[in-house]
């Protein structure tokens, strides 16, 4: 299992994981947004990782994770679990380093996600139906197979990689007073806090969920990882539970500072009108995270205000339903 993450150490070790990517990712744009600017009162500022490879930030992670296998270990072969961003990242980046790759998919996963999972070369499998359940198949597999499990965010190594964001992020603009981040494991928002409060000891994160699966928000209030029933969700990206000891939870512990949940009709809301207003994708998970920012109105007026687009991977039936319900006023 991962170790416990060490706070002090954990800055630099993100640093290092820049480093070790930059040959293979893209340094994705850190852009100043007009309408939510306006809206806001705040100079908000969007980090584009809905342009980054595989359309989400999940290659930063997977990336990073492969690049630290061992000979052995990549000839061997990984498996992973995904509802479909991690998987696709982890097929990709196997696929750039020679390295077989079995991805579990939950059996309501995204059709979309599948395929290009399947196009980036990796063997799907499904399994499971919470996101939990089949992250715990998957590693089951890895053990009885002799193969490396790459968890999507229980593991130091993807946080890292993940934490690579933080460190453009404070290259490309001035320093922030907060960073709104979806979260589902929490291994974006604990590597991108861990980098940015060393930096910017003064930003506030703020985590954004989904109502229908707020693991990690209810976890921390109570101080445990608990189990909780998650919902459909258009934020199928962070949906699901979260694995017992997972090195994300103290991380989200000491350092997100707030927790918004917002309604599947504030994310729908949202999606339709980043689209309309910026003429890019965004899925589900990128809207958990636009939305909590719409939520706090004029709060952050006058404030420089970070908004995390972690991916564009939504489905053709899943757009289409979200872009009707608007034209028909949902």
Same mark, same amino acid.
């Given at each position: 299992?991962? *170790? !416990?993450?060490?706070?002090? *150490?954990?800055?630099?070790? =993100?640093?290092?994981?820049?480093?070790?990517?930059?040959?293979?990712?893209?340094?994705? %744009?850190?852009?100043?947004?007009? %309408?939510?600017?306006?809206?806001?009162?705040?100079?908000?500022?969007?980090?584009?990782?809905?342009?980054?490879?595989?359309?989400?930030?999940?290659?930063?992670?997977?990336?990073?994770?492969?690049?630290?296998?061992?000979?052995?270990?990549?000839?061997?072969?990984?498996?992973?679990?995904?509802?479909?961003?991690?998987?696709?990242?982890?097929?990709?980046?196997?696929?750039?380093?020679?390295?077989?790759?079995?991805?579990?998919? %939950?059996?309501?996963? +995204?059709?979309?996600?599948?395929?290009?999972?399947?196009?980036?070369?990796?063997?799907?499998?499904?399994?499971?139906?919470?996101?939990?359940?089949?992250?715990?198949?998957?590693?089951?597999?890895?053990?009885?197979?002799?193969? *490396?499990?790459?968890?999507?965010?229980?593991?130091?190594?993807?946080?890292?990689?993940?934490? *690579?964001?933080?460190?453009?992020?404070?290259?490309?603009?001035?320093?922030?007073?907060?960073?709104?981040?979806?979260?589902?494991?929490?291994?974006?928002?604990?590597?991108?806090?861990?980098?940015?409060?060393?930096?910017? %000891?003064?930003? #506030?994160? &703020?985590?954004?969920?989904?109502?229908? +699966?707020?693991?990690?928000?209810?976890?921390?209030?109570?101080?445990?990882?608990?189990?909780?029933?998650?919902?459909? !969700?258009?934020?199928?990206? !962070? /949906?699901?539970?979260?694995?017992?000891?997972?090195? !994300?939870?103290?991380?989200?512990?000491?350092?997100?500072?707030?927790?918004?949940?917002?309604?599947?009709?504030? =994310?729908? #809301?949202?999606?339709?009108?980043?689209?309309?207003?910026?003429?890019?994708?965004?899925?589900? /998970?990128?809207?958990?995270?636009?939305?909590?920012?719409?939520?706090?109105?004029?709060?952050?007026?006058?404030?420089?205000?970070?908004?995390?687009?972690?991916?564009?991977? &939504?489905?053709?039936?899943?757009?289409?339903?979200?872009?009707?319900?608007?034209?028909?006023?949902?």
């Amino acid at each position: 299992m991962p *170790t !416990t993450p060490d706070l002090a *150490t954990l800055p630099a070790a =993100i640093a290092a994981a820049r480093e070790r990517l930059r040959p293979h990712l893209r340094e994705t %744009p850190f852009a100043p947004s007009a %309408p939510l600017s306006a809206r806001s009162g705040a100079h908000v500022l969007l980090k584009h990782d809905n342009l980054q490879h595989t359309g989400s930030f999940k290659a930063r992670g997977a990336m990073h994770r492969v690049l630290r296998l061992t000979n052995d270990e990549r000839a061997r072969g990984v498996v992973a679990a995904s509802s479909g961003n991690h998987g696709a990242a982890l097929a990709w980046s196997c696929r750039q380093l020679d390295v077989p790759a079995i991805v579990y998919v %939950p059996e309501q996963a +995204s059709p979309a996600k599948v395929r290009m999972i399947r196009g980036y070369g990796a063997e799907v499998r499904h399994f499971g139906t919470d996101g939990l359940d089949t992250e715990e198949h998957a590693r089951s597999v890895a053990l009885a197979d002799g193969l *490396t499990y790459i968890s999507p965010y229980n593991d130091l190594d993807v946080v890292c990689g993940q934490g *690579t964001m933080a460190v453009e992020m404070s290259k490309q603009g001035e320093a922030l007073d907060a960073v709104y981040v979806a979260v589902g494991g929490g291994g974006l928002i604990g590597g991108i806090a861990a980098y940015l409060k060393h930096v910017m %000891p003064g930003v #506030r994160v &703020v985590g954004a969920l989904p109502e229908h +699966s707020p693991v990690m928000a209810e976890s921390v209030r109570a101080g445990r990882i608990v189990e909780r029933e998650s919902f459909p !969700t258009l934020s199928d990206g !962070t /949906a699901g539970g979260i694995e017992a000891g997972a090195v !994300t939870f103290p991380l989200c512990q000491a350092l997100v500072d707030e927790w918004v949940l917002v309604s599947e009709a504030q =994310i729908a #809301r949202s999606m339709r009108r980043f689209i309309d207003e910026h003429h890019q994708l965004i899925e589900g /998970a990128a809207a958990v995270a636009v939305a909590a920012l719409e939520h706090a109105g004029m709060r952050h007026a006058g404030e420089r205000v970070a908004v995390v687009l972690c991916g564009a991977n &939504v489905s053709m039936d899943v757009l289409e339903r979200v872009l009707r319900e608007g034209r028909d006023g949902a």
